[in-house]
């Protein structure tokens, strides 16, 4: 077996399914942006390159570049990575997420997020900070590099203060399926390439021991990996959304398990259900375990050697 550890992760996403807000939302109020008119030019953008190329193009990719552009352009002045870090201290949450991520993680629950979202406005939160395994979301750079890829030194003045510079990573719906086998193989603590085949039961969180939570169709590529690996996945909604209509459909098409308000209070259907699924996986993968034990053990016992005495030989 490669890894000794059994674990459970539940992984989630995070844009309206943790929070009632784009995570964007604190950046919009900071700087005096509107946030439904940047959001339609970030929309119309990624339609207008699908159009232009005659390739799909993403709104996940098209609104980190228009950040980047009000960036330069010093409508977003001064807005790094540690501005970032502190506008996501703002990001509002749905009722019981930060209790549900400290209970989950008394249980010895490994969690994720993966998100198409800015993975440094999530990382400082203090109940993420303590209790998330590991953030999966787009990541700008701050500074600027040589040739070499040495980062150049730069001194910031009132008129030019340090800001995000380039964008080095992104996340699109198709990317979930990408790090969804990433988590499930155990790459990032057997520091190995993604591309490695490892078989289900070799796997250190085999799909059967994960949970996945999300609100809508840029889920479904993680709901899909997730459930036909024998796992579980939660919808959840937020009622007064224009999104119980969506995460319907996804449920009538066979996607998820359960589907719920987007409350994860002990006392909630969703907050009851993850804990309870948790503790059933727990269970099982106990009585596994037993069971290769035993397995081990009747081996064990064939290899017994047979002790020869002179007096139980017979005498001629």
């Known amino acids: 077996m490669l890894f000794a550890e059994r674990p459970v992760a539940v992984v989630f996403d995070w844009d309206k399914t943790l929070s009632p807000h784009y995570m964007q939302k604190p950046i919009f109020e900071e700087y005096g942006v509107d946030e439904r008119s940047f ?50 201290q703002k990001i509002q949450t749905y009722p019981g997420v930060e209790d549900l991520f400290r209970r989950l993680k008394a249980h010895d629950v490994e969690i994720y997020i993966v998100t198409s979202g800015i993975r440094t406005m999530l990382k400082d939160i203090p109940f993420v900070k303590d209790c998330v395994t590991e953030i999966y979301g787009a990541d700008f750079a701050d500074y600027r590099m040589d040739k070499d890829g040495n980062p150049l030194p730069y001194i910031p003045t009132k008129d030019k203060p340090k800001a995000i510079q380039s964008l080095v990573r992104v996340v699109i719906p198709s990317d979930k399926i990408r790090i969804m086998h990433e988590i499930s193989k155990g790459c990032q603590q057997g520091n190995f390439d993604p591309c490695i085949g490892i078989r289900a039961e070799e796997r250190r969180i085999p799909f059967k021991h994960m949970i996945y939570v999300g609100d809508g ?47 994860f209070r002990p006392e909630s259907t969703v907050g009851t259900w993850i804990m309870k699924k948790v503790e059933q996986i727990q269970f099982e993968i106990r009585k596994e375990q037993e069971a290769a034990a035993q397995v081990d053990l009747v081996e064990i016992r064939k290899h017994a050697p047979a002790f020869i005495h002179s007096w139980g030989k017979s005498v001629t």
């Open 39 to 88: 959001w339609a030019m970030a929309n119309k953008h990624a339609q207008a390159n699908s159009a232009i190329l005659g390739l799909k193009c993403f709104v996940e990719h098209e609104y980190l570049n228009a950040i980047l552009e009000l960036a330069r352009n010093r409508t977003f002045k001064g807005l790094d990575n540690a501005k970032l870090s502190e506008l996501g």
């Open 217 to 263: 169709v840029s889920d479904i590529y993680a709901f899909d990996v997730v459930r036909n690996g024998g796992g579980y996945t939660v919808g959840v909604y937020n009622p007064p959304d224009p999104q119980f209509d969506q995460i319907e459909m996804i449920r009538e098409d066979g996607w998820l398990d359960i589907l719920g308000v987007a409350d």
